[in-house]
């Protein structure tokens, strides 16, 4: 093996330059950094990091080349109590790793020690850093940059969406693979969604503990290697590496016009509390990237055991450094937050902390979509409407405001306008757009639509919890039956529910998400939290769908990018000719109609599209405004529907009408 020379402290990770290897390692605190390579029969090669640049730890090794296996031994004070848990008997992937091999499992070797360090290797069990090469052929491969005012969001996971799917190959079923398959661009097509969210792609690890249940981590909120694509998702097929394959997948979608929005965790990691395994940060400089107390001890502001601590510069432009790989080499358009409060801490939160200004300051990342889910755990945690620009947000207020207007009754239509109006009170703001307002009903916490109607109770036992697991404040509603199976009658009210539901998150000013299979009606039989249940529980079944709902949603997407008022990319302002807040006699409403009114409302988009909604228990008649008026589809039920003046409107029900000229 060639010598290993003193190298660069830049890039980050592991880079092939066509000769040989850079690699770069941070560590603060460390006194010595050991690179280690692996052959194929897993004999290992240990050889100390020559240079140091400041904290940045590097080396160059010639003759190295891509699908080198390799990991980090770190030599520091093991002082927990001080924060420092340097243990070098503990093989440690790199967190810039670009692919990992192998899984970590319940294993004692994984340890790092608590008063006593670990001495037991886990090198013959770790997970192994692997090098890649940066040369897939994009060819004209370009970005769709949908604007925000057209986007209409669908989040789906890997496996689950088409892991049953019949039309799909057997062999690249819940595979990165069939997420580009001639299939799923057309289904995404007649749908009609334009930016497909993906739950972490990103490496991650099963916890222990669901392990010795017989479980494992479904949604992946559990990162081990962020900027390495799991091979879990990967087919094989054709013999590709997972991040080649998925990188077609980009392509294939790209080229349909549909951009790729990755789920990503940026606010704790797999090593979990102090008790956890010792795979990575915690061994190269756990004082440096994890938010500590005064006794060593991790703040758990996630709920997950640890807390990345973003604002130390290193872990920044760590972070910086991983989005960014994403966008260069994978060309994915955005990315979600999970619990983005964290991104901001120091500790307390700034909405102008140096990672957002960071991005606003980026001529990659300020071009990509920016979502943050607005809350954790921590002090002051709940944040939404306070991210700066570029970010939008998850808004749990559209969320519950929609369930609460239609399942309980319980809210104003002053409180239901507020919501379909982009929550203006909330996210109105200098710079921001209605768009930054992410309108959901379901997402993959929780209900899906179906189980939002059809269960008053989670029913979580599969989690292995005794049900105390998943959120208790779900404002469901069974409609006298709890459980799928009830009497036709029934069935007919929850129907018109998910309609009136899926119109409002459709039809609302800011952008849409919604939740895959909530279009043919996927049920979790009431799982409000199947984070670990990785069977046919969470995978869409294609052959059972609802084909009359998924008709209904396409038609309400396809018919919201013919409203100028939802395409618009400005707040809505009295007199401007894209919002009228009709009564049921078709007259502006009463200060009186707009808290303690009943809840019967017209609203006319662009002067020429009206939704009229009935949210009460009684048939009614509503007047629609001067003009004749016909119904449009699905809510006619055909192509030529009638003129009409009047609609007679059953309980729960809504349409949506078009003016004639």
């Given at each position: 093996?060639?010598?290993?020379?003193?190298?660069?402290?830049?890039?980050?990770?592991?880079?092939?330059?066509?000769?040989?290897?850079?690699?770069?390692?941070?560590?603060?605190?460390?006194?010595?950094?050991?690179?280690?390579?692996?052959?194929?029969?897993?004999?290992?090669?240990?050889?100390?990091?020559?240079g140091?640049?400041?904290?940045?730890?590097?080396?160059?090794l010639?003759?190295?080349?891509?699908?080198?296996?390799?990991?980090?031994?770190?030599?520091?004070?093991?002082?927990?109590?001080?924060?420092h848990?340097?243990?070098?008997?503990?093989?440690?992937?790199?967190?810039?790793?670009?692919?990992?091999?192998?899984?970590?499992?319940?294993?004692?070797?994984?340890?790092?020690?608590?008063?006593?360090?670990?001495?037991?290797?886990?090198?013959?069990?770790?997970?192994?850093?692997?090098?890649?090469?940066?040369?897939?052929?994009?060819?004209?491969?370009?970005?769709?940059?949908?604007?925000?005012?057209?986007?209409?969001?669908?989040?789906?996971?890997?496996?689950?969406?088409?892991?049953?799917?019949?039309?799909?190959?057997?062999?690249?079923?819940?595979?990165?693979?069939?997420?580009?398959?001639?299939?799923?661009?057309?289904?995404?097509?007649?749908?009609?969604?334009?930016?497909?969210?993906?739950?972490?792609?990103?490496?991650?690890?099963?916890?222990?503990?669901l392990?010795?249940?017989?479980?494992?981590n479904?949604?992946?909120?559990?990162?081990?290697?962020?900027?390495?694509?799991?091979?879990?998702?990967?087919s094989?097929?054709?013999?590709?590496?997972?991040?080649?394959?998925?990188?077609?997948?980009?392509?294939?979608?790209?080229?349909?016009?549909i951009?790729?929005?990755?789920?990503?965790?940026?606010?704790?990691?797999?090593?979990?509390?102090?008790?956890?395994?010792?795979?990575?940060?915690?061994?190269?400089?756990?004082?440096?990237?994890?938010?500590?107390?005064?006794?060593?001890?991790?703040?758990?502001?996630?709920?997950?055991?640890?807390?990345?601590?973003?604002?130390?510069?290193?872990?920044?432009?760590?972070?910086?450094?991983?989005?960014?790989?994403?966008?260069?080499?994978?060309?994915?358009?955005?990315?979600?937050?999970?619990?983005a409060?964290?991104?901001?801490?120091?500790?307390?939160?700034?909405?102008?902390?140096?990672l957002?200004?960071?991005?606003?300051?980026?001529?990659?990342?300020?071009?990509?979509?920016m979502i943050?889910?607005?809350?954790?755990?921590?002090?002051?945690?709940?944040?939404?409407?306070?991210?700066?620009?570029?970010?939008?947000?998850?808004?749990?207020?559209?969320?519950?405001?929609?369930?609460?207007?239609?399942?309980?009754?319980?809210?104003?239509?002053?409180?239901?306008?507020?919501?379909?109006?982009?929550?203006?009170?909330?996210?109105?703001?200098?710079?921001?757009?209605p768009?930054?307002?992410?309108?959901?009903?379901?997402?993959h916490?929780?209900?899906?639509?179906?189980?939002?109607?059809?269960?008053?109770?989670?029913?979580n036992?599969?989690n292995?919890?005794?049900?105390?697991?998943?959120?208790?404040?779900n404002?469901?509603?069974?409609?006298?039956?709890?459980?799928?199976?009830?009497?036709?009658?029934?069935?007919?009210?929850?129907?018109?529910?998910?309609?009136?539901?899926?119109?409002?998150?459709?039809?609302?000013q800011?952008?849409?998400?919604?939740?895959?299979?909530?279009?043919?009606?996927?049920?979790?039989?009431?799982?409000?939290?199947?984070?670990?249940?990785?069977?046919?529980?969470?995978?869409l079944?294609?052959?059972?769908?609802?084909s009359?709902?998924?008709?209904?949603?396409?038609?309400?997407?396809?018919?919201?990018?013919?409203?100028?008022?939802?395409?618009?990319?400005?707040?809505?302002?009295?007199?401007?000719?894209?919002?009228?807040?009709?009564?049921?006699?078709?007259?502006?409403?009463?200060?009186?109609?707009?808290?303690?009114?009943?809840?019967?409302?017209?609203?006319l988009?662009?002067?020429?599209?009206?939704?009229?909604?009935?949210?009460?228990?009684?048939?009614?008649?509503i007047?629609?405004?001067?003009?004749?008026?016909?119904a449009?589809?699905p809510?006619?039920?055909?192509?030529?529907?009638?003129?009409?003046?009047?609609?007679?409107?059953?309980?729960?029900?809504?349409?949506?009408?078009?003016?004639?000229?």
């Open positions: 093996m060639s010598q290993l020379l003193p190298g660069k402290p830049t890039p980050a990770g592991a880079v092939y330059d066509g000769k040989g290897v850079n690699f770069t390692l941070f560590s603060q605190h460390a006194g010595r950094v050991e690179l280690c390579l692996f052959d194929e029969q897993g004999q290992e090669a240990r050889m100390d990091l020559p140091r640049t400041g904290d940045i730890w590097h080396g160059y010639a003759a190295i080349k891509p699908g080198q296996r390799y990991g980090y031994r770190v030599h520091g004070p093991w002082q927990p109590e001080a924060g848990c340097f243990n070098p008997n503990k093989l440690l992937v790199d967190p810039c790793a670009r692919q990992v091999e192998g899984e970590v499992t319940d294993d004692p070797r994984f340890l790092g020690g608590e008063a006593e360090m670990n001495t037991l290797d886990s090198a013959p069990v770790a997970p192994k850093s692997v090098v890649l090469a940066d040369d897939f052929d994009w060819e004209d491969d370009a970005f769709p940059r949908v604007p925000w005012g057209a986007t209409v969001i669908y989040e789906a996971h890997v496996r689950g969406l088409t892991k049953r799917h019949p039309a799909i190959p057997p062999e690249i079923r819940g595979t990165y693979a069939a997420l580009g398959h001639p299939v799923m661009i057309d289904y995404f097509k007649r749908l009609g969604i334009t930016s497909l969210e993906l739950l972490p792609v990103a490496c991650f690890a099963h916890e222990p503990r392990l010795r249940q017989g479980l494992t479904y949604w992946g909120y559990n990162p081990l290697a962020p900027c390495a694509l799991d091979t879990r998702y990967a094989g097929v054709d013999g590709l590496p997972a991040r080649n394959e998925f990188q077609r997948a980009v392509k294939a979608l790209h080229a349909a016009g951009e790729v929005i990755l789920d990503v965790v940026f606010n704790h990691t797999a090593e979990l509390e102090e008790t956890g395994p010792l795979l990575s940060m915690r061994g190269i400089d756990n004082q440096s990237y994890y938010w500590l107390d005064g006794r060593g001890g991790y703040q758990n502001w996630t709920g997950c055991g640890n807390t990345l601590n973003i604002s130390h510069p290193a872990v920044m432009n760590w972070t910086l450094d991983c989005l960014r790989y994403w966008v260069e080499e994978c060309h994915v358009d955005g990315f979600r937050f999970d619990l409060t964290v991104l901001g801490r120091t500790p307390e939160y700034r909405r102008d902390a140096q957002f200004r960071a991005i606003e300051a980026c001529p990659i990342l300020s071009q990509c979509k943050a889910e607005p809350w954790d755990i921590g002090p002051d945690g709940y944040q939404v409407g306070n991210f700066p620009a570029p970010f939008a947000e998850w808004n749990d207020h559209f969320r519950d405001t929609v369930r609460r207007y239609w399942l309980y009754g319980d809210i104003s239509n002053g409180d239901f306008a507020r919501r379909f109006a982009a929550s203006s009170d909330i996210f109105q703001q200098s710079g921001r757009l768009a930054a307002s992410i309108n959901l009903v379901t997402a916490d929780g209900f899906t639509l179906r189980d939002v109607v059809c269960f008053n109770e989670k029913h036992e599969a292995g919890e005794d049900n105390r697991d998943g959120s208790n404040n404002f469901s509603h069974n409609h006298g039956v709890e459980g799928l199976k009830a009497p036709l009658l029934i069935v007919e009210h929850r129907r018109r529910s998910v309609h009136a539901m899926l119109t409002t998150l459709l039809l609302a800011g952008t849409p998400m919604l939740l895959a299979g909530d279009e043919h009606g996927h049920s979790q039989h009431g799982n409000n939290n199947a984070y670990c249940q990785d069977n046919e529980l969470t995978w079944d294609w052959e059972e769908n609802d009359g709902l998924f008709t209904f949603t396409a038609a309400l997407i396809h018919l919201r990018k013919k409203i100028p008022a939802l395409q618009a990319e400005s707040w809505w302002q009295e007199g401007d000719g894209n919002v009228e807040w009709l009564s049921q006699e078709g007259q502006p409403l009463s200060a009186q109609a707009w808290q303690r009114g009943e809840h019967r409302l017209q609203i988009l662009s002067q020429n599209w009206l939704i009229t909604l009935n949210a009460t228990e009684e048939v009614c008649d007047r629609l405004p001067q003009g004749r008026w016909h449009i589809p809510f006619a039920g055909d192509d030529n529907p009638i003129l009409v003046t009047v609609w007679h409107g059953p309980a729960h029900g809504v349409c949506v009408f078009q003016k004639q000229s």
